[in-house]
């Protein structure tokens, strides 16, 4: 028989000289470890950081969770590089999650993009266990959603034309079916049908069985 892996919960989050964000992630998601990504750029900077982990631990270590602060060394290189190495990183660790929710509020807004950048280029499998946590800055709101809703999917125009007509019509919320996409687009029947199954087969739109009908899903939004 196999031995069943059982995969942590991790929160991986960017962190600078506040460590609110990161505590309000760590104590709504409970995980089995955090990850703090904090930029080295020079020891004065790095020591506020420091400060701001220790409090963290001390935190994290009330809730019986591991914490480790990931030092990220800046040498002013493009936000490509510092992508292509945070993606490594990132890589190792939902390799390793069963879920991981990557809070990207505090710290430098370089190492956000960069982070967000780094996760996006994922592979998809990976990405399908990640969730982005963002939180206001100055506004009470913490929007979560998982990031595979927000990667962009290579598609071919008359697809990307059907995915756009499924959004308009989840706005009224209604749903179609290949006969009103194939007289919306003009295009044959068969064709919308085909692109209607690509979709779904993608997680971009939706069926519902009992009236033969589709519609977008969240994934669609950005790739419409």
Do not use: C
């Amino acid at each position: 028989m196999g031995v069943t892996v059982e995969r942590q919960r991790l929160v991986v989050a960017t962190l600078g000289f506040d460590e609110r964000f990161a505590l309000r992630a760590l104590t709504e998601h409970r995980p089995d470890r955090l990850y703090a990504l904090a930029l080295y750029t020079d020891e004065s900077s790095w020591s506020r950081v420091s400060r701001a982990f220790s409090q963290l631990r001390l935190f994290a270590e009330q809730l019986g969770v591991g914490a480790e602060l990931v030092r990220i060394d800046y040498r002013g290189e493009r936000i490509s590089v510092l992508a292509g190495r945070l993606k490594a990183l990132l890589e190792s660790y939902a390799e390793s999650s069963g879920e991981l929710v990557l809070a990207l509020t505090g710290g430098p807004r370089l190492l956000v993009v960069a982070a967000l950048v780094a996760a996006l280029s994922l592979p998809e499998r990976l990405v399908e266990r990640m969730v982005l946590r963002l939180e206001g800055e100055g506004f009470d709101v913490v929007a979560e959603e998982q990031l595979a809703n927000l990667r962009y999917v290579e598609l071919d125009p008359t697809a990307r034309r059907v995915l756009g007509l499924l959004v308009e019509v989840r706005r009224e919320g209604r749903w179609v079916g290949p006969t009103e996409v194939s007289e919306r687009l003009g295009i044959p029947k068969s064709t919308a049908y085909k692109k209607l199954q690509e979709l779904v087969a993608r997680g971009l739109a939706e069926y519902d069985q009992r009236s033969r009908r589709y519609t977008a899903t969240e994934r669609a939004y950005v790739n419409a």
